[in-house]
């Protein structure tokens, strides 16, 4: 059985950042592993130190152009298919498939509805995937990923942060997604508010699953610009997000 895993959260918060920890984790063992990247403004690739040319998107603008060219006896599913294996980045230890630009001004429907067949089977071959998605959950009311196991709302420390983990839930009732656990974990926490969150969110009656401390590491990382990915194995953010994985059962 595949364990999906999706990051969600408002902007800023920490969603690449603790997806990447993950993936990074994941890394070290032995599972099969796809990394999705379902934020129209991408920067997965760049966290985890690699990067896609052509996503999702793409080929979605693909399939609406050449539909009518396509001939009518042609299976155009497995013609889709064949363009999203094409855009699927085969790392080392991981696969990364990436959404890419946002949808134009045209009717979707028709690649969306073939894109969630392929997707279905795609993640089947895999013990792993984690989606970093935009803020918002867009992706999930247009059911392109159908099942989530476990969806993370990645929140700042404060009580207006844990406010959104509970609007998430609220959401996630309101939509037709499948969504088995819904998790929080606090990002950037520092020692001043760490023990406000843990009883916020118990009050809020929100699962925490971490609280990941700001991190030194990660903020000379991004004043250079170069991967989270490769941050060494004492950086705190690597160890706790190890901790969160380790209560996900990864
Ligand atoms: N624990 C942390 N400590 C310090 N900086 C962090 C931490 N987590 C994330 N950041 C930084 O905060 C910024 C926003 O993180 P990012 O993961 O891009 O957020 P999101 O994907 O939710 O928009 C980035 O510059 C990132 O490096
Ligand atoms: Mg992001």
Do not use: W
Request: charged share 30%.
């Amino acid at each position: 059985m595949t364990q999906v895993i999706a990051i969600t959260g408002k902007g800023g918060t920490g969603k690449t950042a603790i997806a990447a920890l993950l993936i990074r984790y994941l890394t070290k063992g032995n599972k099969v592993v796809l990394a999705i990247d379902a934020d129209p403004d991408s920067n997965l690739p760049e966290t985890l130190g690699c990067e896609a040319e052509k996503g999702i998107g793409d080929m979605k603008e693909f399939m609406l152009k050449e539909r009518d060219n396509l001939p009518p006896d042609i299976n155009k599913e497995s013609i889709f298919e064949s363009k999203i294996y094409e855009v699927l980045a085969e790392m080392p230890r991981y696969d990364l498939l990436v959404m890419g630009r946002p949808e134009g001004s045209g009717c979707y429907c028709y690649a969306n509805n073939l894109l969630r067949g392929i997707m279905d089977r795609l993640v089947k071959n895999y013990d792993v995937v984690i989606i970093d998605t935009a803020a918002g959950l867009e992706h999930f009311s247009r059911k392109i990923i159908r099942d989530v196991d476990d969806l993370i709302v990645v929140t700042d420390g404060s009580r207006r942060g844990l406010r959104t983990g509970e609007r998430i839930r609220e959401l996630v009732g309101e939509l037709e997604a499948n969504v088995r656990n819904i998790y929080v974990v606090a990002n950037k926490v520092t020692d001043a508010n760490k023990s406000t969150i843990i009883e916020t969110a118990k009050e809020l009656e929100l699962e925490l699953i971490g609280t990941v401390e700001v991190d030194e590491m990660i903020q000379e990382r991004d004043l250079v610009g170069s991967p989270l990915f490769d941050l060494p194995d004492d950086s705190v953010a690597v160890q706790e997000v190890e901790n969160i994985a380790k209560k996900l059962k990864l």
